[in-house]
């Protein structure tokens, strides 16, 4: 029903830039937030960037001023990051909170993930 496809994760020296794009299909859906949420090896996911369909954004405070989300497309996210740190290091998870157009309960929906290694 709703499907998230990202792309753009690689492998960058510390100092470096990563562009990450996430691309919806979510037909017959209404997709209110999407964000980017990253998780490390023995860690637990965390936000990194909200924008609403409105265009306001959030960001955590270890990447303010550093990264950028923006959203051109009602269903399509990026995620531009700049001085990467290897602090960074993590699998990038593209999400979108979306609804059934004739409904009122709004879900959460997860891409598959793209890994991000930022090397010291």
């Known amino acids: 029903q709703v499907q998230l496809v990202e792309s753009g994760g690689g492998l960058v020296q510390a100092g470096g830039s990563l562009n990450l794009s996430c691309v919806a299909s979510a037909t017959g859906f209404s997709i209110n937030t999407m964000g980017w949420y990253r998780q490390a090896p023995g860690k637990q996911r965390e936000l990194v960037a909200t924008?609403?369909?409105?265009?306001?954004t959030n960001y955590a405070d270890s990447v303010k001023g550093r990264f950028t989300i923006s959203r051109n497309n009602a269903k399509t996210v990026s995620l531009q990051m700049n001085s990467l740190k290897p602090e960074d290091t993590a699998v990038y998870y593209c999400?979108?909170?979306?609804?059934?157009?004739?409904?009122?309960?709004?879900?959460?929906?997860w891409g598959q993930g793209t890994q991000v290694s930022v090397s010291s």
């Open positions: 924008i609403t369909a409105g265009g306001t």
């Open positions: 999400n979108a909170r979306a609804r059934p157009q004739a409904l009122i309960v709004t879900r959460d929906y």
